[in-house]
């Protein structure tokens, strides 16, 4: 919604959205080849990498396990494969701890692939390669026509925010107010999404392809309280999601959320914004 209203524009941007797997995503923003990610990174930050999430998208965990037919519990996955992202993302993170809580170990009672962007993922479930995916809303709502269900959503779980922008360190230090322009643009496209609901179903259908129908429906789910009016992340989440993290990326050490969020400028692109209603 951001670049279709033309928020970006004003803030003196040409912006490109480029797709591209989570892991790769990771080294484009640390080559200094793209200006910011949405890809997951938190893996990376604990690893070393010098990165700084600045705004979070979603404050719910909007994913289902999505299995073959075959499929009926969580269970028979038993021996079998599911796709996730990469094994940093927040996929991976919600199907360990599906996994987990029916008694199934990630590489020993199951095999985890990672397989990139959704659509990859989701072609792997209609071609019988893998058996289950961790697909979002609107990949559920893509997949489940097709004869596939869901066996488990991710809020039954765990705890945990989806969607967020991540920018370098040495950007956010020495360019904050360019940092500033993309949260300002983003959180703008964030309220005119929540806001001009009919124009939001019409962008969303034909940027991911869904259907009409579909894009409603994360509409009027996203519109729920899921999608953060603010961009920002609470205290208690960003523990959950950090050691969830932690856990899934084999990181011994202990992290303190300080060494991977700063929502500052969030918080000053919202007092900035106080009032802001899209037209």
């Known amino acids: 919604m951001a670049q279709k209203k033309g928020y970006f524009r004003a803030e003196g941007y040409d912006v490109e959205l480029i797709p591209m797997t989570g892991g790769l995503a990771v080294k484009t923003l640390m080559a200094g080849e793209v200006n910011l990610t949405s890809a997951g990174t938190l893996v990376a930050s604990m690893q070393g ?9 979603l404050r719910h965990l909007p994913y289902d396990l999505v299995a073959a037919p075959e499929i009926k519990r969580v269970e028979d996955l038993r021996g079998k494969k599911v796709a996730v992202a990469d094994r940093g993302s927040v996929t991976f993170m919600v199907a360990r701890a599906i996994l987990h809580g029916h008694g199934l170990e990630v590489d020993k009672d199951v095999t985890m692939l990672a397989m990139g962007r959704p659509d990859v993922r989701y072609q792997a479930l209609l071609m019988g390669t ?8 609107d990949g559920t709502g893509l997949l489940e026509p097709k004869g596939f269900h869901s066996v488990a959503s991710a809020g039954n779980y765990t705890k945990g925010f989806a969607g967020s922008l991540t920018v370098t360190q040495d950007l956010l230090e020495k360019r904050p107010d360019e940092v500033m322009k ?15 609901r009919e124009e939001a ?8 392809k869904i259907t009409p129908v579909v894009a409603a429906k994360v509409h009027d789910y996203l519109s729920a309280g899921v999608l953060a009016p603010d961009g920002l992340v609470d205290r208690e989440t960003m523990e959950t999601a950090t050691n969830e993290a932690r ?19 969030m918080q000053k692109v919202n007092d900035e914004l106080q009032g802001w209603r899209p037209q």
């Open 247 to 265: 856990e899934g990326g084999g990181i011994k050490r202990n992290v303190k959320p300080e060494e991977i969020y700063d929502f500052r400028l």
């Open 130 to 137: 893998v058996q289950a995916v961790i697909a979002n809303v």
């Open 201 to 208: 179903i019409r962008v969303t259908s034909q940027w991911t």
């Open 49 to 57: 990498a010098k990165l700084r999430m600045v705004m979070g998208f």
């Open 182 to 196: 993309y949260l300002r643009a983003t959180l703008k496209g964030t309220r005119a999404y929540l806001t001009l």
